[in-house]
């Protein structure tokens, strides 16, 4: 048989190669190429029919032996029928024995499903009457099937689980909803404290804001102002005379104090600062420090901070006059 | 600990003098008029303090430029003694300290070396980001920074010890300007201290200057600062725009009383010699303080005031012992300062 098979190969390799390639010009595979391992087979209507009466027919009680004769009676067959159809494998003996074994392949999963139904049933130690036949084994996996499918879901998000499991799985989750609650108050307390004091401010302009922006803004006025008055009265001087330096001092002495008697509730506040800045135009002698008499050797103002209560914000103007004796003696 | 700080050469550990130094465009940490030394501060924290208090750390320091270290870096392992040992040479010559603990946050200003310390209870605070999301027109010209901030003290009328001292150290923070030379286009921020009387609680305020013109229409005014060109389709003529009588907003009442004289021309629109208008916009950090204690040295020695009494400066201290290495503080009251005796909150600063 399988020299004959091999003597028919021989020479109709040649022939079948060329009509193959015949054919591979005219056609196109349409269909799929089939999984790896597996060869194309065509599958004739007589064959068709022939699975169709042996699936009714299958009883899975019948003997293993007889399901291979079965098998083996097919692929003689086959490999006839093959011959004759045209088909673009060229060793069709060995590919309808293959598809005979896939075809007897497929039967045996669906045998396998009653098999296994058959050995549940067997499996519980009474022999039941399971299901033997294919047709019948099929609607069987069709209703069990369905049954599964459409079992409502249960409600329990954790899915189905053994009922043990069950509480250990509800005690964990409230746990953790513990565990959780607390870690929130924690860092709900933490950035409370966090955020003490911290006060966003209103979109509109409260009252006692626009009294800061009010006072705030005399207080630049009044500097401007002051700054002006020194800025311009010294412009027809030239501060590098000396002559024209001491008319510059006694000039902005005058405005400062002018400025100064101006009566203000900001009298302290503007006065501190000026008095700062009187300090500075009394202490100019040159106009380069290190020609001054006192360059560098100030004492301290903060080193007898303790020892100025005497002297309050409110003497400033005696303390500029006192200064202006001590610039005059020069 | 790695600092970065604008100019300011290197000088040798001088003896603090007088701090009142001129203003200078240059950051010199000497002043060449006057030769005195320009002020210039650090402003860190001690302990960990949380991020709103952070945020404010960083408006302070934005506050006190140019004469501060904007990227201070800061180890927890830093002690002041570190701060200290840096200050020296680069002739840093004040310290704002900010720190946490849980009734609220304290800010300390101090004088370096061995100046006094000023503790501030800080009751509120905003930063300078929540002050700017409040306005409808927040502003921030991009050159406000470079120079320094003039300093405006109201209220401190008392003239006792602790206002006295508050008064001083704030105007030695920051350089004064000499009148006769100082160029009104620097003076573009102020800061305001209002003390009230009252509440004991001075209101810390930061603010932008702004001059406007003051007699010119405000469509004219809005088209030449803006350089937005005008809707004319509706006009006959050029002559209707420029003097179309438009209503004045309530604002325009309150520049008459903020009207000066300026001596020189400041940006493109205010002339010398012609009216402007001061404006002013808030930016910054926003505080509400209160001082609490005044210490003789650098966050240690003699307890000069207290506000709360033995038990609260107490429980206080023991926060400052556990975060800086210096020496114990000595409890000792001054019989010259003033104290209230307020056990009701000495309470809560033991907590």
């Given at each position: 048989m399988a020299e004959e098979m091999q003597l028919q190969e021989s020479r109709g390799l040649p022939r079948k190669r060329k009509f193959a390639k015949k054919q591979g010009h005219k056609k196109k595979p349409k269909t799929m190429p089939p999984p790896h391992g597996q060869k194309k087979v065509k599958i004739d209507k007589k064959m068709k029919k022939l699975f169709r009466k042996r699936a009714r027919e299958y009883n899975s009680d019948d003997d293993e032996d007889e399901e291979e004769n079965e098998a083996t009676v097919p692929t003689t067959t086959n490999k006839h029928n093959g011959e004759e159809i045209d088909s673009e494998e060229p060793s069709e003996g060995e590919d309808n024995a293959e598809g005979g074994r896939k075809r007897w392949n497929k039967n045996a999963t669906d045998g396998h499903n009653e098999f296994s139904e058959d050995e549940g049933g067997e499996e519980d130690g009474v022999v039941q009457p399971g299901i033997m036949k294919f047709t019948e084994g099929v609607r069987a996996f069709k209703l069990a099937f369905k049954n599964i499918i459409n079992k409502s879901v249960s409600e329990d998000s954790l899915g189905p689980i053994l009922s043990g499991h069950k509480k250990l799985i509800a005690d964990k989750l409230a746990e953790e909803e513990a565990e959780r609650e607390t870690k929130g108050e924690a860092k709900k307390e933490k950035q409370k404290l966090a955020e003490k004091g911290h006060v966003k401010p209103a979109n509109y302009l409260v009252p006692h804001e626009k009294f800061l922006l009010s006072v705030a803004t005399k207080g630049v006025v009044k500097l401007f102002n002051a700054v002006n008055k020194a800025q311009t009265a010294q412009k027809g001087l030239d501060p590098s005379r000396n002559k024209d330096a001491k008319e510059i001092k006694k000039r902005t002495k005058a405005a400062f104090f002018s400025e100064l008697g101006k009566p203000s509730f900001t009298a302290t506040g503007t006065s501190a600062k000026a008095n700062a800045l009187t300090n500075k135009v009394e202490d100019e002698q040159p106009a380069w420090a290190p020609l001054q008499d006192n360059y560098m050797l100030t004492s301290s103002k903060l080193k007898n901070w303790d020892k100025m209560p005497d002297k309050g914000v409110s003497d400033d103007v005696g303390r500029a006059s006192e200064d202006s004796d001590s610039s005059d003696e020069d | 600990m790695r600092k970065k700080k604008h100019g300011g050469f290197r000088r040798p550990f001088v003896v603090k003098t007088n701090t009142n130094t001129k203003q200078q465009p240059h950051l010199a940490s000497v002043d060449p008029i006057t030769g005195k030394k320009i002020p210039k501060s650090f402003v860190f924290s001690r302990g960990k303090i949380p991020g709103p208090l952070k945020q404010l750390q960083m408006d302070l320091r934005k506050l006190m430029l140019p004469y501060t270290a904007l990227n201070l870096k800061e180890k927890r392992r830093n002690n002041l003694k570190d701060f200290l040992n840096v200050a020296g040479p680069m002739g840093v010559t004040h310290f704002l300290i900010l720190s946490k603990t849980a009734t609220a946050p304290y800010l300390r200003v101090a004088t370096t070396p061995q100046g006094p310390t000023l503790t501030f209870k800080i009751h509120e605070y905003s930063s300078a980001a929540d002050v700017a999301k409040s306005q409808l027109h927040p502003r921030c010209p991009?050159?406000?920074?470079?120079n320094s901030a003039l300093i405006v003290l109201s209220g401190f009328v008392s003239g006792d010890l602790p206002l006295k001292l508050t008064t001083n150290m704030f105007q030695n923070i920051f350089p004064t300007i000499d009148v006769k030379t100082?160029?009104?286009?620097?003076?573009q921020r102020i800061v305001l201290l209002n003390y009230n009387k009252d509440t004991k609680q001075i209101d810390f305020r930061h603010y932008s200057i702004r001059l406007q013109p003051v007699g010119v229409s405000r469509r004219i005014r809005k088209f030449v600062q803006n350089h937005q060109v005008p809707?004319?389709?509706?006009?006959?003529?050029v002559s209707d725009f420029v003097t179309k009588a438009g209503y004045g907003s309530e604002s325009e009442a309150d520049e008459e009383a903020a009207t000066v004289t300026l001596s020189s021309d400041i940006g493109r629109v205010n002339r010398a010699s012609m009216k402007s208008a001061v404006k002013l916009q808030e930016i910054g950090p926003r505080m509400t303080l209160q001082l609490v204690k005044v210490e003789k040295g650098l966050c240690s020695g003699e307890v000069l005031f207290s506000e709360f009494g033995k038990p609260g400066e107490k429980g206080k201290s023991d926060d400052e012992n556990d975060e800086d290495s210096e020496g114990s503080e000595d409890q000792d009251q001054d019989g010259n300062g003033s104290e209230d005796d307020e056990d009701g909150e000495g309470d809560e600063e033991l907590n």
């Open positions: - | 991009k050159d406000l920074f470079t100082v160029k009104l286009s620097s003076c809707d004319l389709r509706n006009l006959q003529d």
